[in-house]
């Protein structure tokens, strides 16, 4: 592998997407996933989206593996994370993520062509792996100094607020405190980690999985280098 409340009833099966969601949003340093709390109940009220065709599907299988390749357990193409990326795109994405998505994944093609000579399916593993560390490491910065400008708008209203309070501050508190635009590749690698995680391969080979319900142990030991154990209801 490479290093790189929401009020909802508390159902069996919200509790195991909830924890995974957040487990995800941890890795990617507490950042809230596109898709909100859709990626939880697995809908969003009234979206149609376009559905991805098989090549596509295949194309993202790659983009993920690349992000989580095969090591001592099967990557993230085994787990079919592709399908899952497309079908929660399509089922839970707004339909302006959603353009950023799919538009995305033309971009990574474009830039792999400019970058290696060759689309992205056809560039060596190697080349893979070279092109998304470069766009982890152009988002990474980019989404840092979107925070600390979004920081110094918030701190500035506030300041402001107390010095004059204005009659009506709803328009301004939604423009501050709305989430900023994502980047294409955060929300690949969102996907890709959400999938490959609550996969079975994921839940059952890259991490140690204990059924439930069982003895219930307030507290187990911890040996460096052991997998992690996966949240499930």
């Known amino acids: ?3 790189n409340d929401i009020g909802l009833l508390d159902t069996p099966e919200m509790i195991t997407r909830r924890e995974a969601v957040l487990r995800v949003a941890a890795i990617l340093g507490g950042i809230a996933l596109t898709g909100g709390t859709a990626l939880i109940t697995g809908c969003r009220e009234n979206k149609v989206g376009q559905p991805f065709t098989a090549d596509e ?3 993202l299988d790659e983009i993920a593996d690349t992000i989580l390749p095969a090591t001592s357990t099967p990557g993230a193409k085994a787990a079919k994370t592709g399908a899952f990326m497309a079908l929660m795109v399509k089922d839970t994405y707004s339909p302006e993520d959603d353009g950023i998505f799919r538009d995305g994944m033309r971009k990574l093609d474009d830039a792999s062509k400019d970058k290696n000579g060759a689309t992205f399916m056809k560039a060596t593993p190697e080349q893979r792996l070279a092109l998304l560390q470069t ?5 990474f910065n980019l989404s840092e100094k979107r925070k600390a400008e979004a920081k110094e708008k918030s701190d500035q209203f506030l300041a402001e ?3 004059n309070p204005p009659p009506s501050t709803a328009t301004t508190v939604t423009k501050v405190t709305e989430r900023p635009a994502k980047g294409y590749f955060r929300m690949m690698k969102e996907l890709a980690l959400l999938g490959y995680f609550t996969s079975e391969i994921g839940m059952t080979q890259a991490q140690q999985y204990m059924e439930s319900p069982g003895r219930y142990d307030p507290c187990v ?3 460096p280098g052991e997998k992690a154990l996966a949240g499930h209801a």
């Open 221 to 223: 030991d911890y040996k």
């Open 135 to 139: 766009l982890d490491r152009e988002e």
């Open 161 to 163: 607020k107390e010095q």
């Open 1 to 3: 592998m490479t290093d």
């Open 57 to 59: 599907i295949a194309y």
